[in-house]
């Protein structure tokens, strides 16, 4: 699996990251000690979040959508409040490298991809075109799948350990 994941960031020089392995990334960067205690992240480890970094860190260009980066400062801001300068500081600098994008939501209201994923995993879903999009989420990597896009479940990793 770890080899598999290493051909996907091969192929794809562009990588997407859901809303879940965002709030996941920020809780470990401002600490990983919070990840089983926040809500948001309790269903991950210290484990994941390093999985996370390390692929992060293989890609050529990340890129996230303006509705993930809003979900995502919105529930890490659920943290007590003495970690909101840090997760200010971490977010300034992970975009100083990554690229933030922008698809307009009337490309996907009305559609039967919004109705069934709502706006941020309807704009991913149709993205997975253009990269590959890192997530936990088993309902969105199989319609990614189902649409011929590019998708990797961090959890795979976790099968090997």
């Not at 390093?50 to 260009?61: D, I, K, M, V, Y």
């Not at 943290?79 to 100083?96: T, V």
């Not at 890192?134 to 319609?143: C, I, Q, R």
């Amino acid at each position: 699996m770890i080899g598999y994941a290493r051909s996907l960031f091969e192929r794809h020089r562009v990588v997407f990251i859901d809303t879940n392995l965002f709030i996941l990334l920020l809780v470990g960067l401002v600490d990983p000690t919070k990840i089983s205690d926040f809500k948001r992240t309790r269903g991950f480890t210290v484990s994941d979040w390093r999985n996370l970094t390390a692929l992060l860190e293989r890609a050529h260009s990340v890129q996230v959508t303006q509705n993930v980066v809003t979900e995502t400062d919105n529930l890490v801001r659920q943290l007590p409040d003495e970690h909101h300068r840090k997760l200010s500081g971490i977010l300034k600098f992970l975009f100083e490298s990554w690229i933030e994008i922008y698809k307009p939501g009337k490309e996907f209201f009305g559609s039967e991809l919004h109705a069934r994923f709502g706006l941020t995993d309807a704009t991913l879903v149709r993205l997975s075109l253009e990269g590959l999009v890192l997530t936990t989420d088993v309902k969105l990597a199989g319609k990614i799948e189902s649409v011929g896009g590019a998708t990797f479940n961090i959890n795979h990793l976790n099968v090997l350990r």
